[in-house]
């Protein structure tokens, strides 16, 4: 059970927009910024956007983050096969004193 | 170039002890946090601890606390993972990664198959 909670998959075709959601409490989401990972198949997880809503240089900004009270999504426009992947959404928690991180979205280009 | 390389994969046996590296190059290596984390097969992502090697403040996630150790050698800017007694459920992914408010950059991992 992760302290973060996304949706287990999601999904759209090509072209298309898709969000993806994580929810966290008042100790972690709700009182530190957010990031997200992406973690293509058979590699190691590498940050995709930092401190809610930051790209680092070299991602494109088909990407996007945001974050609102305890919640954040992850909006990924113009969706393309490469974008398949699993995301995971990320934040420090105060009261466990270290970062935790939502369960993953496993996200399918159909 | 920020980088963390980690050592190779491991074969273990049960009850076997272990000891994995995470060497970092291109920065700082005292002046960021290094984090552990665990992916099963499978599974996502688990925080397992982290460390500052300027002066070994160490922090471990309850769920890995007395399970695991974390240590770093500033002297040759790498950290480690070690386990005194392996167990099957210890097969996994063993990530590196700098922290600094996000893991960036992450090591490239290494794999752990505990099997009699």
């Known amino acids: 059970q992760s302290v973060l909670t996304q949706p287990p998959s999601a999904s759209g075709t090509p072209g298309q927009r898709v969000t993806i959601s994580c929810s966290g409490s008042?100790?972690?989401?709700?009182?530190?910024?957010v990031n997200w990972y992406q973690q293509l198949p058979g590699t190691a997880p590498k940050v995709l956007i930092y401190?809610?809503?930051q790209r680092p240089s070299g991602v494109p900004d088909r990407f996007s983050g945001s974050k609102s009270g305890t919640s954040a999504s992850l909006a990924i426009s113009g969706l393309q096969s490469e974008d398949e992947a699993d995301y995971y959404c990320?934040?420090?928690?105060?009261?466990?004193?270290?970062?935790?991180f939502g369960g993953g979205t496993k996200l399918t280009v159909l | 170039e920020v980088q963390l390389v980690q050592s190779g994969a491991e074969v273990k046996k049960p009850g076997e002890s272990l000891k994995i590296s995470c060497k970092g190059s291109?920065?700082?290596?005292?002046?960021?946090?290094i984090g552990w984390v665990r992916q099963m097969p499978g599974k996502g992502l688990e925080w397992m601890g982290i460390?500052?090697?300027?002066?070994?403040?160490?922090r471990y996630s309850p769920s890995f606390q007395g399970q695991v150790t974390i240590s770093a050698d500033k002297s040759i800017s790498t950290a480690y993972l070690q386990w005194s007694s392996l167990k099957a459920s210890d097969t996994a992914m063993y990530y590196c990664?700098?922290?600094?408010?996000?893991?960036?950059?992450w090591g490239q991992g290494t794999l752990v198959t505990v099997s009699s």
């Open positions: 990664a700098r922290h600094s408010s996000w893991f960036d950059p």
């Open positions: 291109g920065y700082s290596f005292t002046s960021y946090w």
């Open positions: 460390i500052y090697p300027g002066d070994s403040d160490t």
């Open positions: 008042s100790s972690n989401i709700g009182s530190n910024t």
């Open positions: 401190s809610n809503n």
């Open positions: 990320a934040a420090w928690d105060d009261s466990l004193k270290g970062p935790v």
